[in-house]
């Protein structure tokens, strides 16, 4: 079957093959456009040779026309462009095109599939330099098919606030100023929506920017039913934040997808199998009335040492989806069961033998399978948003599966051969959003980590995080990766924060959103929001995400709690050097001394020495009175920054261990100026204490915003 997309950039594809050559050609792409847009009625050819060969005598006209409509129906099909007497006629079923269906959702007033098909403008940069006219038309159409997606989204919003879906009147609204900046309506709409779900900020952020936009764009004053909505909403009495997004609802299900098993395989096809796991997480986590364990506590039970109920007891899940894969050549055959931990019943199974290119299909069926077994009800954006493909190239998924795979080893190798494989994704489908995204994400964390020079991995990670964004709006996993890039790198404080409620307007289930949330309320000082918002990523991913919270507790003089969730944490990963590290700030915090070093000794030795952990001993010996080993341990870290790079944080550090305060300060500043490290968190460390009362130290915090 060939598939003809023409809104967004042209594509022809006959399977997951992409259609180049001949039928490629701009001005055969540009007849196909005015015959599809022609339907149910034909394009009459002489209209068709004066908007496409203006230029040429009529006979050259007819025979250029007649050469496209060869090589279209060669490349198509037959039948897909019809004579009508003087006419040409699309005949839909030939083969799928994009723009027909919208059409037809159009003449329908389909409002939810007409925004659902409007994936793009049409032809978008698309022109004839030797066809001016054509050009018009084409600007007349674009226009229309605008219209026909605001009214859309204008009647979904009206729905969605006569049904008290707030998130997802947000959700449209934003939608629809991003459709149509300009308009007051849509402006004051998105304000009300915005408010009603307690983002009063944000509504009056959104009133200056509109004005801004009128300023620069048209010229005009702010509109004054905007300005007067804003002055309205400053003098009304705060609201408290909505708890709903950081607590678990009382009786909200709660679901385990326990990794998918490869059957018939080796452990190299795993990468299949648990790309269908983290897909159907994902999907998951779209639903606002359900609850998904995520990725990282699951991954670790592939091996089931544990019954399936009893695993779901463990991860505190009511009910425990387990299932398995096997690749035959081109097919796939997906067993999967959701059983109910209380009584272990089967609440539902199902077995897909399938094409291995309908996997999307399958992944979405799943989710909504087990969103209508637990009774979870479901809005329509969030099925909508369930049923999007987020490739139709084959080849790209499966390179960005093995991408992800290397990803989440969270190494310098493993960040390297991430990029590598989201690279060679993108090469095959530069229009693969989540692609982008995850590609944005490896790049930030290896900045961040000190795995890449920091300038580099941020230019290229906004770099991918903006492409996302422009593919996908609405893609959650983006809008958190660009909370972290502009905390972290541009320290934008207010747009990092709407990025990642954006984030969990999007994904209303998803840990990682909440974590990264979390951290950056820390970073700001807002300590009990943090807390909230990293016990909401615990209970969402309980095997992970322990030791930002322990961090937070220290930094909130919280000692002893967090002695207790941190021990808790290395008892379930004793080898995470990170959590002895943590571990031992917080028994020196509570006095335990020795204890302390000796966590903070073994991580450094877990991480064959890493320089982070080398520093932070460092500091604790220089705490602790301990002056020569704090010594040896800078000596050490500049000999390691002699042959490879050594962040100026982790130096930082090192010689605060050694009552260097100055050149401590050299190094923290030179930190902020690179984005080395995770700067952004400096107000409220526990760690860089002794710099709180110098004045370097303060210019430094109000440069950055934090002042």
Not at 57 to 80: F, P, Q, T
Not at 220 to 226: E, F, I, K, S, Y
Not at 386 to 403: E, S
Request: hydrophobic fraction near 45%; charge should be negative; include cysteine.
């Amino acid at each position: 079957m060939v598939t003809v997309h023409l809104l967004g950039a042209a594509t022809l594809r006959s399977g997951s093959s992409p259609l180049r050559g001949p039928p490629a050609q701009r001005h055969r792409i540009a007849l196909l456009t005015l015959v599809v847009s022609a339907w149910p009625s034909p394009m009459p050819r002489d209209r068709a040779m004066s908007l496409l060969w203006p230029d040429r005598d009529a006979i050259a006209a007819r025979r250029l026309l007649n050469l496209a409509v060869h090589v279209l129906r060669s490349a198509l099909g037959e039948k897909v462009i019809a004579s009508a007497g003087d006419g040409l006629l699309f005949t839909p079923g030939g083969c799928t095109c994009d723009l027909h269906d919208l059409h037809t959702a159009i003449s329908a007033r389909d409002t939810d599939a007409i925004i659902d098909l409007t994936t793009g403008p049409l032809l978008d940069g698309f022109h004839l330099d030797d066809a001016v006219e054509f050009c018009h038309w084409l600007d007349a159409q674009r226009s229309e098919l605008v219209h026909a997606h605001v009214d859309a989204l204008r009647a979904r919003s009206e729905r969605q606030q006569r049904a008290g879906d707030l998130h997802g009147w947000v959700s449209t609204c934003r939608r629809l100023v991003a459709a149509d900046p300009h308009s007051s309506l849509h402006a004051l709409a998105f304000m009300r929506a915005l408010d009603a779900t307690g983002d009063r900020a944000a509504a009056i952020t959104h009133s200056v920017e509109h004005a801004r936009r009128l300023r620069n764009e048209l010229a005009l004053g702010a509109d004054p039913d905007v300005v007067s909505l804003a002055d309205t909403l400053r003098r009304a009495p705060a609201q408290p934040p909505i708890e709903a997004d950081y607590v678990r609802a009382p009786g909200q299900p709660t679901v385990a997808v326990l990794p998918f098993r490869t059957l018939g395989g080796t452990p190299a096809d795993d990468y299949f199998a648990d790309g269908i796991t983290e897909d159907v997480i994902a999907h998951l986590s779209k639903f606002r009335n359900l609850r998904v364990i995520s990725r990282g506590s699951v991954m670790p039970f592939r091996e089931r040492p544990q019954g399936t109920t009893e695993l779901g007891r463990t991860l505190g899940a009511t009910a425990v989806l387990d299932g398995s894969v096997r690749i035959m050549g081109d097919r796939v055959r997906i067993v999967a069961r959701l059983v109910e931990v209380a009584t272990t019943a089967h609440l539902w199974a199902e077995t897909y033998d399938r094409e291995l290119t309908d996997i999307f299909a399958i992944q979405a069926d799943v989710a909504l399978q087990i969103a209508a077994a637990l009774v979870a009800e479901l809005s329509r954006d969030e099925q909508e948003r369930v049923h999007k493909v987020p490739t139709r190239d084959f080849q790209a998924y499966t390179l960005f599966l093995k991408g992800r795979q290397w990803h989440t080893k969270y190494t310098p190798e493993g960040y390297e051969r991430a990029v590598e494989y989201f690279e060679r994704a993108l090469a095959r489908d530069p229009t693969f959003a989540l692609a982008h995204a995850r590609l944005a994400l490896a790049l930030a964390e290896a900045a961040e980590t000190g795995h890449v020079p920091p300038a580099a991995g941020y230019r290229r990670a906004t770099a991918a995080v903006t492409e996302a964004l422009r593919l996908d709006p609405d893609l959650g996993a983006a809008h958190c990766t660009a909370g972290c890039i502009k905390s972290i790198a541009e320290f934008d404080w207010t747009g990092a924060e709407r990025a990642f409620k954006r984030a969990l307007e999007l994904n209303p289930g998803d840990a990682d959103t909440y974590n990264q949330y979390g951290r950056f309320c820390a970073g700001l000082g807002r300590l009990d929001e943090s807390i909230a918002l990293q016990h909401r990523a615990n209970e969402l991913d309980p095997l992970v995400h322990r030791m930002d919270l322990v961090t937070t507790l220290l930094r909130a003089g919280r000692h002893d709690e967090a002695v207790t969730a941190a021990e808790a944490a290395v008892e379930v990963d004793p080898q995470h050097d990170r959590g002895r590290a943590t571990l031992g700030w917080a028994y020196i915090l509570t006095g335990r001394n020795a204890e302390g070093l000796a966590e903070l000794e073994r991580a450094v030795d877990m991480s064959e020495r890493n320089s982070l952990w080398l520093g932070q001993l460092g500091l604790a010996y220089g705490r602790l009175g301990k002056a020569d080993e704090a010594a040896n341990v800078l000596r050490e870290i500049e000999i390691l920054a002699a042959t490879t790079y050594v962040s100026p944080y982790h130096l930082t550090y090192a010689h605060l261990g050694v009552g260097r305060i100055d050149r401590a300060l050299d190094w923290l500043e030179r930190a902020v100026a690179e984005r080395a490290g995770p700067v952004y968190s400096i107000k409220a460390s526990f760690l860089l204490a002794p710099l709180n009362q110098h004045p370097r130290f303060h210019a430094l915090l109000r440069q950055m915003g934090l002042g």
